[in-house]
């Protein structure tokens, strides 16, 4: 074929000659070459020798001289064709690299985004989810391995126009035992543990539920330099009639998040109902549920010496590299004392309607919490290492009709927050919590002021700690233990009009008024079956001891409050 495809092109140019090479350039070359003395070809070699005058000789003599300056051109084309190959594929290689940094920057621009709190069926060796509780049941969502190692996407994502619809949660089964009667239903309401001198305290508390199946919707688009993520989440604890055990177990749905996260290059804005920047992170300072720690246990009210809201609030936040994270967040208000809180009798009715005891729902906040927040995510090795700091301030203001004046007071807090792995896949978690006037982010367990015996708003110290680890022991198996406490400073006055103390933790006040609070939690989730495409079924058995200590008892009352609580949870996981 090739030899046909020579003699075509051989002709072409003996009767076109002109055509091989419009500026004559090449031809001029082979001519030189083949008067030089160039070899006969074998056309020529396989007749006989040419005779010296003769026609037949000149015509072969000039078919030979094409023949082997059409080999030059080829050859000449060739090495062009080969050039221009090598050239291409560079260009190649180099755009290919171009865009393995790009997907490196839109994977570091969005690390955790995959995990939408699927809960513990993500489980592996490197990269967990796991559940927790609801006012928050947190799975975990260690940190992303090399680009290799990401999550594919969900089975279960769509694509709608340029949007990527990802739903995600679970179904729980769960099964819960105190040994006192709480009355709280699943969340368990731990200021009021009850004493064993009265009748819940020697009452024991069984129940079934499937109130903590969780549904959720992530959606993603990326117009333009924008990187737009939309989440929302909801659960079954909302509030419920009084009947609704007693035959259709109609659970109330209740909205837990709802916010749209915008990010331009380094920049990141997030509006809507979120976890608050006080919500210790996994990674970063992201809002996404895998990136947040709120514990590992089934409880919905998650655990003692945790701080944290999920509250309306608008954030900003600036990524400098992809180690840290600095933020702002300004978050929805609430002037919180809680029903442990005595007032002044003469202005008591009156301060109820300005203050949240726990019941009102239209307090007057003079503006949103303020909370700073920077993070640190380095490596040892190939183990991770998060660090943050978050601050917080506060104001609060109340109006006295008796001296027609208004007060205002500021206060706030700070947190620092580590999550260490120590080992692979053995994490050191550590949450501490200290501030004037921030009782309502420790699970609102104490108050966050009291009112004088003038009037006036005095601030009460409060502050919170969490401790323990979280080790994936293989593949299938996540073992957690923590301890978690609570503190409130006592706060008291004089009441001008009884002489009699007010405010909070005085001798002779209510046994609701908490000093201290503790819990110690043991509990680890067990992959049953997991499949990529179908999901993975778990069975979370999760054991705490709660005990609490008021400031005052009376005469003949135990000290503190105690019990017991074993939870047991089959939770399926969708995909």
């Not at 020529?44 to 059409?70: D, Y």
């Amino acid at each position: 074929m090739r030899a046909v495809i020579v003699c075509a092109v051989a002709l072409g140019l003996i009767t076109f000659p002109t055509l091989a090479r419009p500026d004559g350039t090449k031809e001029k070359e082979t001519d030189a070459k083949a008067k030089e003395g160039a070899k006969p070809t074998t056309l020529a070699a396989t007749n006989e020798p040419a005779k010296n005058g003769g026609p037949a000789s000149a015509e072969r003599a000039a078919v030979e001289v094409e023949l082997q300056r059409v080999h030059e051109l080829l050859k000449v084309q060739a090495e062009e064709l080969e050039s221009q190959r090598s050239e291409f594929q560079q260009a190649i290689e180099e755009q290919r690299k171009q865009i393995e940094i790009l997907r490196a920057e839109l994977r570091s621009a969005h690390s955790g985004s995959a995990s939408t709190e699927s809960g513990p069926a993500n489980v592996k060796v490197a990269s967990v989810s796991a559940p927790s509780g609801s006012a928050s049941v947190q799975p975990v969502s260690f940190p992303p391995g090399p680009a290799s190692d990401q999550k594919p996407a969900s089975p279960l994502s769509v694509r709608i126009g340029s949007a990527d619809f990802t739903p995600g949660g679970w179904i729980d089964f769960t099964a819960f035992f105190r040994t006192t009667n709480v009355g709280s239903g699943i969340g368990t309401s731990f200021g009021s543990i009850p004493f064993n001198n009265v009748t819940a305290g020697r009452l024991t508390e069984t129940r079934f539920s499937a109130q903590n199946s969780r549904l959720n919707l992530k959606v993603t688009a990326n117009p333009g330099d924008f990187n737009i993520t939309g989440f929302a989440e909801a659960d079954f604890v909302g509030l419920q009639p009084g009947n609704v055990f007693v035959t259709s177990n109609s659970n109330a749905p209740r909205m837990r998040l709802y916010w749209v996260d915008v990010k331009r290059g380094k920049w990141e804005f997030l509006g809507g109902q979120s976890w608050s920047y006080l919500t210790p992170n996994r990674n970063g300072i992201s809002p996404l549920p895998g990136d947040i720690f709120a514990g590992l246990q089934i409880d919905p009210n998650n655990h003692v010496g945790l701080t944290w809201t999920r509250a309306p609030q608008f954030r900003i936040a600036y990524h400098p590299n992809q180690n840290w994270a600095v933020g702002i967040a300004f978050e929805s208000p609430e002037q919180f004392i809680g029903g442990a809180v005595t007032l002044p009798s003469t202005i008591s009715a009156v301060y109820l309607g300005e203050l949240n005891n726990g019941a009102l729902t239209t307090t007057p906040n003079l503006h949103p919490d303020i909370l700073p927040k920077i993070a640190y995510d380095g490596h040892v090795g190939d183990r991770h290492m998060h660090i943050e700091a978050v601050g917080v301030v506060r104001s609060f203001r109340v109006f006295n009709p008796v001296t027609s004046s208004t007060s205002t007071v500021t206060g706030g807090g700070g947190s620092l927050n580590l999550n260490l792995e120590l080992l692979k896949n053995f994490h050191l978690i550590a949450n501490t919590f200290w501030s004037d006037g921030g009782g309502r982010y420790t699970f609102g367990l104490g108050p966050d002021l009291i009112i004088r015996g003038n009037g006036t708003p005095s601030l009460v110290h409060a502050g919170s700690a969490l401790g323990g680890f979280e080790w994936q022991a293989n593949a299938n198996n996540l073992i957690f233990s923590y301890y978690g406490a609570v503190y409130f400073q006592r706060n008291t006055s004089i009441d001008p009009a009884t002489g009699r103390p007010v405010g909070f933790g005085f001798s002779g006040s209510s046994s609701s008024a908490n000093r201290d609070v503790q819990q110690s939690t043991l509990g680890f989730v067990h992959t049953l079956w997991k499949n990529e495409n179908f999901g993975g079924l778990q069975l979370i058995p999760v054991y705490s001891y709660v005990m609490r200590s008021p400031w005052f008892v009376a005469s003949g009352t135990p000290k503190n409050a105690h019990e017991s609580q074993v939870y047991l949870d089959l939770r399926y996981v969708i995909p």
